[in-house]
């Protein structure tokens, strides 16, 4: 079975910060992988995934992530962030489509931005 | 709107009794999923349902039950049996066919008093 891991559990910046959470995962065949983030008080949202092509996917609020295959990583970037940045940021990883789809999320990381 | 319903948003129950978490949604979606969340823990997965009518085990199912006799349904019962409730509980659901990423529910917050 498949697992992610999440380097960074607590995580506090100041605000125009550069940031990086890691996540690597275990699965040796093709992977979807996926980051979401939960805002205080607010649902999961899908921040950004990555399905094939290129490597470095951008999504919302100014969010990328890499997908480096040899090293079975996917980590989350941004180059400034915001207090409204402040929120819970998972990584999930998924089998490729034709067996069974159960996404896997790592333990999350808690990101506090001082304003 | 299509999305994810979960009822109620905050639940309390006494030790010893079940209790059962709604999760409707109406995006036509095939699969649909339970996780617990808990502090520092993420996401962990207790059933899921591909199809109607079937459903598996996830990583923490002793203690839960779920039934799938609608595409659009996806009912979790936390029973007595299972030790330690109290947790915040997502539902989620995908379209299998166009593997496209799971959509959550906003979540049901369980306390056992």
């Known amino acids: 079975a498949q697992s992610v891991s999440q380097h960074n559990h607590h995580v506090i910046l100041s605000e125009a910060a550069s940031l990086e959470l890691g996540c690597n995962y275990s699965?040796?065949?093709?992977?979807?992988l996926f980051w979401y983030v939960q805002y205080p008080g607010q649902h999961l949202q899908l921040l950004l995934k990555?399905?094939?092509?290129?490597?470095l996917v951008k999504g919302i609020k100014g969010f990328e992530a890499e997908f480096i295959k040899s090293k079975f990583s996917f980590n989350l970037r941004k180059p400034s962030v915001q207090w409204s940045d402040t929120a819970e940021y998972f990584c999930?990883?998924?089998?490729?489509?034709?067996?069974?789809?159960?996404?896997?999320f790592g333990r999350g990381t808690s990101l506090i931005v001082h304003p | 709107d299509g999305g994810i319903t979960q009822s109620p948003k905050y639940l309390f129950r006494k030790e010893g009794q079940n209790v059962t978490l709604s999760c409707e949604q109406n995006?036509?979606?095939?699969?649909m999923y339970w996780y617990r969340q808990d502090p520092g823990q993420g996401l962990r997965l207790i059933y899921y349902?591909?199809?109607?009518?079937?459903?598996q085990k996830g990583d923490i199912a002793e203690g839960y039950s779920v039934s799938r006799e609608k595409k659009e349904s996806f009912p979790l019962t936390v029973t007595s049996a299972q030790k330690n409730p109290t947790a915040f509980y997502l539902c989620?659901?995908?379209?299998?066919?166009?593997?496209?990423?799971?959509?959550f529910g906003q979540g049901t917050r369980l306390t056992v008093v």
């Open positions: 989620a659901s995908r379209n299998r066919e166009s593997n496209t990423e799971a959509f």
């Open positions: 699965y040796g065949g093709t992977v979807n």
């Open positions: 990555y399905f094939s092509g290129d490597p």
């Open positions: 999930a990883v998924n089998p490729e489509p034709g067996g069974s789809y159960i996404p896997t």
């Open positions: 995006l036509n979606h095939d699969a």
């Open positions: 349902s591909q199809i109607v009518n079937d459903f």
